[in-house]
């Protein structure tokens, strides 16, 4: 596939234009379509040896039905979402062609990192395939994990879904506080800085982006009932006048998390 023509459904999109952008640096001919271009999905992808699906995920698998089809059995078709295990089963599905889900751990305008940017790949079909774009992502500097595509969801439901409440659950408590923000910034701490930045970073994103990952995906909604759980349960145990309640609670972190993550440091800890 070192040669192969390349078509990249939603290529005007911002996670498409980045994958569309790395395989053109590697050489390769790419298709880009997208809701105004004139070159269709369809036509691209029937003429095309591997076909990229990259549109919103409550639109990826009406895509994979409408081109999957003309993908060649000796072709190459794969997705570009937060999710994986739907993904991959409507590509099997409905193509004969190898299969690969990919979700790229971070966003399109990542700037440099200290460590090499994760992309998680999920194997559906055929080894070709899977090896070629594997190569790809190595060779262009990025880490490369393969993991299923249920174990890929059921990790995003906490990375993703959980995550994302807590940072939508705090700003919409610091919303409601009354409190400016610039008197929060004014004195915060570093940690609560981060948070801030988190807060920003988040409500950047679009609308529509956010509300379907969260709301249209089963491993975000998994994710969302274990957090709230877990803060009904630590809600709970603060607010108890019995204090044992809280160490209890407090010594099962310790334990999930091998007593290492939350164990007390003595230098650079932040006060309350």
Excluded at 52 to 60: A, D, F, K, L
């Amino acid at each position: 596939m070192n040669d192969a023509q390349v078509a990249v459904v939603g290529g005007t999109g911002r996670m498409g234009s980045w994958m569309a952008g790395l395989l053109e640096r590697r050489g390769h001919r790419v298709l880009r379509t997208g809701r105004r271009t004139r070159l269709r999905a369809e036509d691209a992808a029937g003429s095309s040896q591997v076909v990229i699906v990259s549109v919103p995920v409550q639109r990826t698998a009406e895509i994979i039905r409408r081109v999957g089809p003309l993908v060649g059995e000796d072709g190459l078709l794969m997705d570009l979402t937060s999710v994986k295990k739907e993904p991959v089963h409507a590509m099997l599905a409905n193509s004969r062609a190898q299969v690969v889900g990919l979700h790229p751990l971070f966003g399109p305008d990542a700037g440099p990192t200290k460590s090499p940017l994760t992309v998680a790949v999920c194997p559906g079909r055929g080894k070709e395939g899977l090896r070629w774009i594997t190569r790809v992502l190595r060779t262009q500097g990025y880490d490369v994990g393969v993991i299923e595509p249920g174990e890929h969801d059921r990790i995003m439901g906490v990375v993703q879904g959980a995550n994302h409440f807590a940072t939508l659950a705090l700003a919409l408590c610091i919303g409601r506080s009354g409190i400016p923000v610039e008197r929060l910034e004014r004195w915060s701490t570093p940690s609560f800085r981060l948070a801030l930045d988190r807060i920003r970073s988040l409500l950047g994103q679009p609308e529509a982006l956010l509300e379907a990952l969260m709301t249209e995906t089963g491993a975000a909604r998994g994710g969302v009932a274990g957090f709230r759980i877990a803060v009904e349960a630590l809600a709970e145990a603060t607010l108890a006048e019995e204090r044992g309640r809280f160490r209890n609670l407090f010594h099962e972190m310790e334990e999930a998390l091998e007593n290492r993550v939350f164990a007390p440091r003595i230098e650079g800890t932040e006060g309350g």
